[in-house]
């Protein structure tokens, strides 16, 4: 600490002070440096902090801020032990800075600025991450801005110093933890946590004209418990200005409560918006393409399955092979000794579609492919379960994000997903990998899309009733799911085949406790308004009335809505789906369940026995005597009502 004279004390963190210092040796005259001092409780952490950032002295990155030396010291005046952390001193100000000015001012930092941003800081976490250091305090104070707006990672921390409690307990009073990632509260860290920290500094970037200082910090730590309240914001932005679509995006793939469902940096530079990013910044990631041999896609043509995927390894860097390696895949399935052979070549196809995300033609084609090979497959009753790993479904979500609005892509991928989602195991690796929120943010967006919203309700059906859903973060999203599974029932109340899946998914919700007071009531209507639309439907007879059971069982509300619905009973509704459906013993078995779920009231009880529904018991039985359940249903309905 003698070597260095202190010229300027800057703006002291929770973590430490900060001081602009030169070195006194003559030959360093002018040479400026920021020293970063942290007081430490202790030897043994100092010594552990040390050991911890002795990496920093290694990194050698355009975007990041260089380590002169790290040194601890023990100041005689206070009797105090200090790590000190000595970087470059870039002379200009920090992002912060730039943040407060714009949003003074309700002024938007440029489409330009946050792409190069986006780029260096994608590429400066993907070289710290390739060796193991955790930057653990990205925030925007964080991050200077040199010349043309440019920026530098700078003032890392360590799990010793990050995960001392006292000064914990003073960070976790400033506004500084809001662009923290949910599990550091609770000292987790990763190099998911710092993606989710880039996604909080990117929001605050794109929300300065939009947003003030104290609406920006209430957001950041709100989205650490419901991320859906980014939606308001988002569309907002959308609809006041003209930002670019991939930027929101990008910010669900980084804000994802649950650190696996994030991507990682690496991940990251996959994503073709963000490979746009890179070019801009300049990052070396960014690699030309090379065309592809003359003559060779003859080559593919003339040989069979084998030598089909042999072409794809070889050429997995091409987009153009693998576009025509799919399309000639597409002209062996009507063979059906060949369907074996290309049900291997799933992950491979999955894994070309997400190698090359940016081709909307190999997603396309891809998703025709599969969808073919596994009906055919479960036609034939091949094995298709070992076929759906976590490979095949993350890639399928990332093409998802990446092609959000196009509508005849999502048409497909997600009749793919529904497909897909009947297997149990792969229905419980979609919940896992986060398709709660995009299966959601498709049926908002595409509610009109009758095939998008029949899939989307078939795979969140699956993903409700097959999940584990002690999870508060699936909890919480699937309390939004009923206002859209609802807007889709409404929408499509005629469109049998979509009330169908909708009626479904309503049941599995309610089952999971998913549906709030507010909603008993007019969830009990509009299954009411789709049961008369669609009487003769045996498959939407049973949903809803399972779903109008359930909710009976849950609330008086419905109820008495259930009786006293605009257009007509619910008593007189059911008695005519009997009728219609009188020799089906499976509809006919939830048509009782209903029954008896409406006699725990004593005001139903009154309608249904002014109603005849005793006669109409009585003829159940007569009916299905050797059908156990019927006949322990019907009984107990015998009684309740005869009381």
Known sequence: MERYEVLERLQPGALGTMLVVGLKTEESVGEKYVMKQVECVEEKQANKALKEAVGLLKLHHSSICAYKELFVTWDNKISSLFLCLVMQHSGQGDLSSLIKEKRQKSEKITDKVILKFLGQMVDALFYIHKQNIIHRNLKPSNILVTNEASFMLCDFSTEALMTDEMKWKIRVEENSKSWMAPETLSFSFSEKSDIWSLGCILLDMMTCFLLNTQEITSLLQDIRQDTSRLEGVLTLMQNGDNSSPPLFTILFMMLHIQPSMRPTAKDLTDVPFIRECLTVAGSSLIKPKNSLPLNVIDVLLEGGIGSVLEFMQAYWDREEAQIKAVEHLASFLGDKNALPSLLTLTE???????????????????????LEILSQALEQDLDVE????????????????EHSENEEFLSLVCTLLMMISACEVAAENLRKAGAIPDLLMIIRNFRHNEQICLSCCGVLWSLVVSGNLENNVDQALLKSAVCAISAVLEEHLQNGTVAETACSALWALSLQGCLTENEYE???????????????????????????????RLSEISAFRFVTDSKGSGIKLIKDAYHFHCDDPEVVENICTLINEMAQYDDIVLDMVSQKMKKLLSEIKSRFPSSMEIMILVDATLLKLQK
């Open 386 to 401: 070992t076929r759906l790993g976590d490979n095949v479904i993350s890639s399928l979500l990332e093409t998802v994000r």
């Open 522 to 552: 007019s969830t009990t209507a509009l299954l009411l308004g789709a049961l008369r639309m669609n009487l003769e439907r045996p498959v939407l007879v049973k949903n809803a009335c399972q779903a109008l059971a359930s909710l009976l």
């Open 348 to 370: 491979l196809i999955t894994s070309a579609m997400k190698t090359h995300i940016g081709s909307l033609k190999l997603q396309i084609d891809g998703c025709r492919l599969l």
